[in-house]
């Protein structure tokens, strides 16, 4: 058996439509593991998936707002039996902190640490009713360690997702729960593609010990690490994959 084999697995991908969340899905897929494509924008999700099923990836595609608990429960129940869930759904909004709205602190932060908390819970709950072991893979920033100005809401809730990541592990280890989190640093996407070509993108990439942004693909060692057997002795890790950045000077 390969290392990341994940064949016989099903993984669930919140913020499945663009970003990295399409990536983690093919990434998964790749690695053999049918593939359950949640977010809220489903054309989004069926392109990706008919994509997929070109490269002979079983995938099929959920509803899914994470800020619901109700699409929480509908979402898992037509996913069916999960052994991996990938808390990818995430948001992000730019303003100084004195400026930032109350609607918009509780957008950012209900996405990414709430929705991840009422993800996890859910998934988790249905493993230790079948008895079944699971794996949770939270993606989470650099940015929940070191901080960035004008997205003060993102920095919480990032650091939040970490600590939780750490509390549900010790928590869930007793029903062969695995919780861990992914931080990357800079990642090259479509959506901030060309910020890298400013002089404030070039200006940031300066500060990273490897002096570059990393690509999707960089971070696959360290999914499949955490969602695989072959990460079975850990839980409450955080991974960083960075480039060097959160160990750069200040």
């Known amino acids: 058996m390969k290392p990341f084999d994940l064949s016989g697995k099903t993984a669930l991908v919140t913020g499945a439509s663009s970003g990295l969340g399409a990536h983690f899905a093919r990434c998964l897929g790749a690695a053999g593991a ?39 429960a509908q979402a898992l129940d037509a996913a069916g039996p999960l052994d991996i869930v990938v808390n990818n759904a995430g948001i992000s909004i730019v303003k100084p902190a004195l400026e930032m709205p109350e609607a918009d602190w509780d957008a950012v932060v209900d996405t990414n640490l709430r929705g991840a908390w009422l993800v996890a819970q859910a998934a988790a709950k249905r493993w230790v009713a079948d008895g079944r072991p699971g794996s949770i893979v939270n993606i989470g920033s ?109």
């Open 34 to 72: 049918t593939v359950v494509l949640a977010a809220r924008r489903a054309d989004r999700l069926q392109s990706l998936q008919a994509d997929l099923a070109k490269g002979k990836v079983a995938a099929r595609s959920v509803d899914l707002d994470v800020q619901s608990g109700e699409s929480i």
């Open 142 to 250: 650099i940015l929940g360690l070191r901080t960035i100005g004008q997205v003060a809401p993102y920095n919480a809730s990032k650091a939040g997702l970490i600590h939780l990541t750490k509390a549900l592990a010790m928590e869930w280890a007793r029903y062969r729960i695995r919780v861990n989190a992914i931080c990357p640093g800079y990642i090259e996407t479509e959506m901030n593609s060309a910020f890298w070509q400013t002089p404030g993108g070039q200006k940031l990439i300066e500060r990273i010990p490897q002096r570059r942004i990393g690509k999707p693909e960089e971070l696959d060692g360290a999914l499949l690490l955490l969602a695989s057997d072959a990460g079975s002795f850990m839980t409450g890790s955080v991974v960083t994959v960075d480039g060097g950045h959160t160990v750069s000077s200040l």
